[in-house]
């Protein structure tokens, strides 16, 4: 029985190297659709639903670990920007405020789905428009939910966070190997 990470983002498999762990990637291929008006724990944990699901169709046998990451802020979510002015848009309405990073993680074991939702606060330092163009013109926002990367040049935006550090760049990690151990 393997180990598989249902994901492309880089992130995600650079933290389960570094927690040790062997395992493969195989993407889900399937769109993030979610339907207007879900609340955004249900968004994060339906997504991550979708991938695990969709990668464990074509290997029962196996372990299937699917994420997904969102901001949200006042209650409205933030997926990936979809160009420029949107991460521009997106980073100005986060300037000096505090909002949510909620990871949803569905581990498919023995044809079971375990989910949770893990939840990080971060606060940002107001930005001055500039420094929110210069930012979005180094390409890194685009990737991301939120528009931005607190493990690259992101940090400096960043003033302070309530929670997993690791949950905000896509994986939470100690809270998921927790999981995978209770179904060992
Ligand atoms: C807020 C934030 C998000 N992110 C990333 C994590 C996720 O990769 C991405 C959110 O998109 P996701 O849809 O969660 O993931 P993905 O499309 O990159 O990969 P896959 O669906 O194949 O698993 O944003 C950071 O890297 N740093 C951050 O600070």
Redesign the pocket.
């Known amino acids: 029985m393997a180990l598989i990470l249902?994901?492309?983002?880089?992130?995600?498999r650079e933290l389960l190297e570094r927690a040790g762990l062997s395992f493969a990637c195989i993407?889900?291929r399937g769109e993030?659709i979610i339907q207007k008006g879900t609340r955004p724990e249900q968004a994060a944990l339906t997504?991550a639903q979708q991938?695990a699901l969709e990668v464990a169709k074509a290997r029962p046998l196996d372990t299937v670990i699917?994420?997904?990451?969102?901001?949200v802020l006042d209650g409205m979510i933030m997926?990936?920007p979809r160009d420029e002015a949107d991460a521009v848009r997106m980073l100005t309405l986060l300037s000096g405020r505090e909002h949510l990073?909620l990871?949803g993680v569905c581990v498919v074991n023995k044809g079971h789905a375990h989910s949770f939702v893990q939840q990080t606060k971060?606060k940002f330092y107001p930005l001055a428009p500039a420094k929110i163009r210069a930012y979005v013109r180094t390409g890194e926002p685009m990737?991301?939910?939120?528009a931005?990367?607190?493990?690259?040049k992101?940090m400096a935006l960043v003033e302070g966070i309530e929670g997993d550090f690791f949950n905000?760049?896509?994986l939470p990690i100690a809270r998921l190997l927790r999981l995978l151990e209770e179904l060992e």
């Open positions: 249902a994901s492309a983002s880089p992130r995600r993407p889900a993030e997504l991938k699917g994420a997904d990451t969102i901001v997926g990936k990073v990871t971060v990737d991301k939910a939120g931005y990367g607190i493990q690259e992101g905000v760049m896509g």
